[in-house]
C-alpha cells in the first residue's frame, strides 16, 4: 500500500522508519507514531483521512485504504477491491465464473453470500412477518412492497384491468399480457417469452433435458 523501502531512511536529515499504514506519514520515533495515529481514532473509531468512512479496528481501515490506492485493482474495469479475495470474486464476474452452485436447483453465482441469500427460497426462512395479517417474507423488501395493500397504495395498479400488484416490476411483467410482449428470446431455437424464468426452464427442460 505505501513504499516501505529506501523512502523510510531519511527526510531532512532524519531517519524515519515508523509508517502510519493510514495515511502514509513516516515518524522518527514509535511513540511520535503512537500519538500520530490518535488523530485516526477520533472517538474510538478509525478514520479514513481520503473520505468520511470510519472503522472499529485498525485491520478494518487498512482494508479499506486499499480502495484509494488501488492496491486490488481490476484490470479489465478499474474497480478497486479491498482485498485479494475480494479482487477474485469481482474477476469471476467478468469471466463469467460462478464456483457455487445451490444444491436444490442447480442455479450458480460468483459468492458463498449470494447463495446464502438464495437459499431463503428454499429453506422457507421468512423472518419478515407482516403485523396487519401475519404473511411471512424471505426478504425485507418484500415485506415493505406487500404493506402497500394495506395502506390502498394504487401506484401499481393495471389502468386496463384494475388488477393491483405489491411490486412495479409484478406490474411490469403483467402488462405483457395485455401488450402480447415476449422480451425473452431463446438463443437456441428462437422461442419467445414474456419472463426471463419461463425462458430458462424452458432451455433447461427442452435443450438440456432437465426436468
Same mark, same amino acid.
Given at each position: 500500500?505505501?513504499?516501505?523501502?529506501?523512502?523510510?531512511?531519511?527526510?531532512?536529515?532524519?531517519?524515519?522508519?515508523?509508517?502510519?499504514?493510514?495515511?502514509?506519514?513516516?515518524?522518527?520515533?514509535?511513540?511520535?507514531?503512537?500519538?500520530?495515529?490518535?488523530?485516526?481514532?477520533?472517538?474510538?473509531?478509525?478514520?479514513?483521512?481520503?473520505?468520511?468512512?470510519?472503522?472499529?479496528?485498525?485491520?478494518?481501515?487498512?482494508q479499506h485504504m486499499?480502495?484509494?490506492?488501488?492496491?486490488?485493482?481490476?484490470?479489465?474495469?478499474?474497480?478497486?477491491?479491498?482485498?485479494?479475495?475480494?479482487?477474485?470474486?469481482?474477476?469471476?464476474? +467478468?469471466? #463469467?465464473? %460462478? &464456483? *457455487?452452485? =445451490?444444491?436444490? !436447483?442447480?442455479?450458480?453465482? @460468483?459468492?458463498?453470500? $449470494? /447463495?446464502?441469500?438464495?437459499?431463503?427460497?428454499?429453506?422457507?426462512?421468512?423472518?419478515?412477518?407482516?403485523?396487519?395479517?401475519?404473511?411471512?417474507?424471505?426478504?425485507?423488501?418484500?415485506?415493505?412492497?406487500?404493506?402497500?395493500?394495506?395502506?390502498?397504495?394504487?401506484?401499481?395498479?393495471?389502468?386496463?384491468?384494475?388488477?393491483?400488484?405489491?411490486?412495479?416490476?409484478?406490474?411490469?411483467?403483467?402488462?405483457?399480457? +395485455?401488450? #402480447?410482449? %415476449? &422480451? *425473452?428470446? =431463446?438463443?437456441? !431455437?428462437?422461442?419467445?417469452? @414474456?419472463?426471463?424464468? $419461463? /425462458?430458462?426452464?424452458?432451455?433447461?427442460?427442452?435443450?438440456?433435458?432437465?426436468?
Amino acid at each position: 500500500m505505501y513504499d516501505t523501502g529506501e523512502s523510510e531512511v531519511k527526510h531532512s536529515g532524519k531517519l524515519r522508519p515508523h509508517l502510519c499504514t493510514t495515511c502514509g506519514k513516516r515518524f522518527t520515533t514509535k511513540s511520535y507514531l503512537n500519538k500520530h495515529g490518535r488523530k485516526h481514532r477520533a472517538d474510538g473509531w478509525f478514520s479514513c483521512t481520503k473520505c468520511d468512512k470510519k472503522y472499529p479496528c485498525h485491520s478494518s481501515l487498512v482494508q479499506h485504504m486499499n480502495i484509494h490506492t488501488g492496491k486490488f485493482k481490476c484490470t479489465e474495469c478499474g474497480r478497486s477491491c479491498h482485498n485479494s479475495q475480494g479482487l477474485l470474486i469481482h474477476q469471476w464476474s +467478468h469471466a #463469467g465464473v %460462478k &464456483p *457455487f452452485e =445451490c444444491l436444490v !436447483c442447480q442455479k450458480r453465482f @460468483t459468492s458463498s453470500g $449470494n /447463495l446464502d441469500v438464495h437459499s431463503r427460497i428454499h429453506n422457507r426462512e421468512k423472518s419478515y412477518i407482516c403485523g396487519l395479517c401475519d404473511e411471512a417474507f424471505s426478504y425485507s423488501r418484500s415485506l415493505t412492497a406487500h404493506m402497500r395493500v394495506h395502506v390502498g397504495d394504487e401506484s401499481f395498479k393495471c389502468h386496463m384491468c384494475n388488477k393491483m400488484f405489491d411490486r412495479r416490476g409484478s406490474l411490469k411483467v403483467h402488462m405483457r399480457v +395485455h401488450t #402480447g410482449e %415476449k &422480451p *425473452f428470446d =431463446c438463443y437456441i !431455437c428462437g422461442k419467445s417469452f @414474456t419472463q426471463s424464468g $419461463n /425462458l430458462k426452464m424452458h432451455i433447461l427442460r427442452i435443450h438440456l433435458g432437465r426436468s
